[in-house]
């Protein structure tokens, strides 16, 4: 597989997950959804979920199984995480290494052509997920209020070389049209 492969997210969506709707997994006919945690579900020192994101993951539950899968290694803050979701979750997936991910699918007894990788990393959740063959859902950051300011070097790095090896990280509401279809 090429390197623009690798990096080209199958939706690209715009804003956070929680725009991410149940009429667009069911459109993409996913059963699964395996999601990052870190700035994809909570900003990065948040230690619970947000009532918004308690509620989109009571819309999402009854069309699709979720997993949580992050590289961070803290039990405390992604267990608790998880555990105010009531959701599976993998700690120190180091991903974009498959071997989590592969576990979550198998406990999910889903196909991986059926799930999607979601996440706001290039580098990390969409590697792993088209290593995987599964579709991928690139999102941008959740941040804290007061890091909203705050750039994101690595994720701007990541989006510019991507775009350098031929993965089309293209304005979002250009990428969205063809759910419509």
């Known amino acids: 597989m090429n390197w623009n492969k690798l990096l080209q997210p199958d939706l690209i969506l715009e804003g956070s ?4 709707t149940p009429d667009m997994v069911q459109r993409y006919q996913l059963k699964g959804l395996v999601l990052d945690v870190d700035e994809t579900l909570v900003p990065i020192k948040a230690a619970s979920a ?8 009571e ?11 992050s590289n961070n290694i803290s039990e405390n803050r992604i267990g608790g995480i998880a555990r105010s979701l009531d959701l599976p979750y993998f700690l120190g997936a180091a991903k974009p290494s498959r071997r989590k991910i592969r576990e979550a699918l198998k406990t999910m007894n ?42 994101h070097p690595i994720r701007n790095f990541e989006v510019w070389i991507s775009e350098i090896l031929g993965a089309s990280i293209a304005p979002k509401k250009q990428r969205l049209t063809n759910l419509h279809k």
Request: hydrophobic share 50%.
């Open 110 to 151: 889903l196909p991986a052509q059926q799930v999607a990788m979601v996440g706001d990393r290039l580098f990390t959740d969409v590697i792993v997920g088209n290593r995987l063959g599964m579709f991928t859902i690139f999102v941008e950051p959740i941040v804290h209020p007061d890091e909203a300011l705050r750039s």
């Open 17 to 20: 997950i929680l725009n991410l």
């Open 50 to 57: 947000s009532t918004q994101l308690r509620q989109w993951v």
């Open 59 to 69: 819309e999402i539950r009854p069309i699709a199984s979720l997993y949580l899968v």
